[in-house]
């Protein structure tokens, strides 16, 4: 793991420092949420009213940029996860942050594909965040498997990459067309336990 690779940016102390650091982060936002995760840096620099320069040291890397402004969505659904999981009813739980989830990985174009990496490589800004949000989804799973409401052979890996699907559709629809919701609700269609139901890996060909 490279210290480049590695690095995390934090908010300057200084007055000054964190006045271009927020104006920075502020402009980096608006711009990956108009142009994707590809957006022009010089653009976001000339947007925020500093040099190429002074965002290059705040910001070392693109992928530092992105953790930075991503920073705060992934908070939200590590918090969401805590506070969801005590709920009485598992499933609504459940249901609840992985609507949560999809909205925050479309959150711009390229997020999901970056967050999916991010899970898994160590080398990344990402990283730690992506793997405490992974945790506390798959303990919102795992009550919900307890509590007799999904399926238990559904996995937290599976789980995530069936929400990167459903945040792709988001990301990629058009302004007047999101079929995340629908998504969502046939992944829930899918792994929900019903009475007398039986389990796909369960059929059995009919004798005779």
């Known amino acids: ?22 104006a920075i982060l502020d402009a980096a936002r608006k711009a990956f949420e108009a142009h994707g995760a590809d957006a022009s840096l010089e653009d976001i620099a000339a947007q925020a009213g500093v040099a ?65 990496r991010s899970m898994y490589d160590e080398g990344t800004p990402s990283h730690a965040a992506c793997d405490a949000m992974h945790s506390g989804g798959a303990r919102l799973l795992r009550a919900a498997q307890d509590a007799g409401h999904v399926r238990d052979d559904l996995t937290p890996a599976e789980l995530f990459d069936l929400l990167s699907g459903a945040a792709w559709v988001r990301e990629n629809a ?34 005779g």
């Open 174 to 207: 058009g302004p007047d067309r999101d079929g995340s919701p629908r998504f969502v609700q046939l992944v829930l269609e899918g792994i929900v336990v019903r009475p007398n139901d039986a389990r796909p890996n369960d059929a059995r060909p009919a004798e």
């Open 52 to 116: 190429i320069g002074t965002l290059y040291r705040h910001f070392p890397t693109r992928a530092s940029l992105v953790e930075a402004a991503t920073r705060e969505g992934l908070a939200d659904l590590i918090s969401r996860a805590d506070e969801l999981a005590g709920a009485e009813d598992a499933l609504d739980a459940l249901s609840e942050w992985m609507r949560d989830a999809v909205h925050h990985f479309s959150t711009f174009r390229g997020l999901v594909g970056i967050l999916a």
């Open 1 to 22: 793991m490279s210290e480049a690779q590695a690095y995390i940016a934090r908010r300057p102390k200084r007055a000054d420092g964190a006045r271009n650091y927020d």
